[in-house]
Nanobody, 135 residues
Framework: QVQLVESGGGLVQAGGSLRLSCAAS????????VGWFRQAPGKEREFVAA???????????DSVEGRFTISRDNAKNTVNTVYLQMNSLKPEDAAVYYC?????????????????????????WGQGTQVTVSS
């Protein structure tokens, strides 16, 4: 089992940057794919980005491609962390951002490098961090 804690959210002006962190507990964190999702008020939770277990492969939603970068640190004896670097933020990026971990290797339709873009495919979730973008 893994526990996830997000941090790094806040208020930023349009065009600015934030880096979100997702700190994970558990010795086998490298065996989980990790995704970032976001949910704005009145909207469904949507996929933002995901990264494979070894960090070698990533996938992004079209709306953030080229502006956001997901990365992870699986090093031993450190706090295993997944990051979401967000640049050129827009007001429409404002939402609660969640990280999630997927313990099952995704194979087949809708799978990318062992992970999925769909929220139900993830097993563990953090509590979320608020991102607000002022215009």
């Amino acid at each position: 089992q893994v526990q996830l804690v997000e941090s790094g959210g806040g208020l930023v002006q349009a065009g600015g940057s934030l880096r979100l962190s997702c700190a994970a507990s558990g010795r086998t964190f490298s065996s989980y794919a990790v995704g970032w999702f976001r949910q704005a008020p009145g909207k469904e939770r949507e996929f933002v980005a995901a990264i494979s277990r070894n960090g070698g492969n990533t996938h992004y939603a079209d709306s953030v491609e080229g502006r956001f970068t997901i990365s992870r640190d699986n090093a031993k004896n450190t706090v295993n962390t997944v990051y979401l670097q967000m640049n050129s933020l827009k007001p429409e990026d404002a939402a609660v951002y969640y990280c999630a971990a997927d313990q099952d290797y995704c194979v087949g339709y809708g799978c990318y490098f062992g992970f999925t873009k769909t929220a139900p495919g993830y097993d563990y979730w953090g509590q979320g961090t608020q991102v607000t973008v002022s215009s």
